[in-house]
Structures are given as structure tokens and as C-alpha cells.
């Protein structure tokens, strides 16, 4: 399976932003998805997830309240809606489709990356 992420650019801080994955070559329905992000010189870190399962979501606590995963089947896509954004949230963000949960290796397939920039 494909997958492509769109809708990174620069914004200043407290912008919003949304981010969508679109997948194709699989069934959408049949996974979990994913959000990661890596700033420049870290290692990449997990943001949100999102289930097969009706409701079901998790969120790092940084981004808790600010950050939406959201997913639309019929689209074969996966959005991160991004509020009040930090000059901390500037990273590359990736997405990911998998198994549920916040480590990497829950996920089997990966986007090739979509730049935030968030200027202070």
C-alpha cells in the first residue's frame, strides 16, 4: 500500500493546519493510522492514532486539545488537524498505517513525509 501525505507548509505560530494522507494499493478500512513527526535533529516521535474502531484515538500529550486524527474511509484518507500551532510543532510528519498504538513498529506501511514549519 501507498501512502501520501499532503498539506505541510509555513504558518505562523497559533495558525492552523491540516494534514491528509491518502492511501491507495490496500483497503483503508482494514487499518489503523498513524501520525509521526521528526524535528530536525531528534528522532521522530509519535503524535496520534487513530483505530479501525469507531472512536477510538490517542494523542501525545503535547499536542492533546490542539490536534485532531480523524479518518474518512470512502476517501482512503487519514487527516491531522492541527490548532494553535507552536514553533515546537515544526517537524516532518509521516504517516503511517498499521496496527493501533504510539510506537513505530505497530505500523507496516509509511508516507514519504510532509514539512510543517512553524515560524515564532
Known amino acids: 500500500m501507498q501512502l501520501v501525505e499532503s498539506g505541510g507548509r509555513l504558518v505562523q505560530a497559533g495558525d492552523s493546519l491540516r494534514l491528509s494522507c491518502v492511501a491507495s494499493?490496500?483497503?483503508?478500512?482494514?487499518?489503523?493510522w498513524g501520525w509521526f513527526r521528526q524535528a530536525p535533529g531528534k528522532a521522530r516521535e509519535f503524535v496520534a492514532a487513530?483505530?479501525?474502531?469507531?472512536?477510538?484515538?490517542q494523542y501525545v500529550d503535547s499536542v492533546k486539545g490542539r490536534f485532531t486524527v480523524s479518518r474518512e474511509n470512502a476517501k482512503s484518507t487519514a487527516y491531522l488537524q492541527m490548532n494553535s500551532l507552536k514553533f515546537e510543532d515544526t517537524a516532518v510528519y509521516y504517516c503511517?498505517?498499521?496496527?493501533?498504538?504510539?510506537?513505530?513498529?505497530?505500523?507496516?506501511?509509511w508516507g514519504q513525509g510532509t514539512q510543517v514549519t512553524v515560524s515564532s
Open positions: 494499493g490496500g483497503t483503508f478500512s482494514d487499518y489503523a
Open positions: 487513530i483505530s479501525w474502531q469507531p472512536g477510538k484515538t
Open positions: 503511517a498505517a498499521g496496527s493501533y498504538g504510539d510506537y513505530e513498529s505497530a505500523y507496516y506501511y
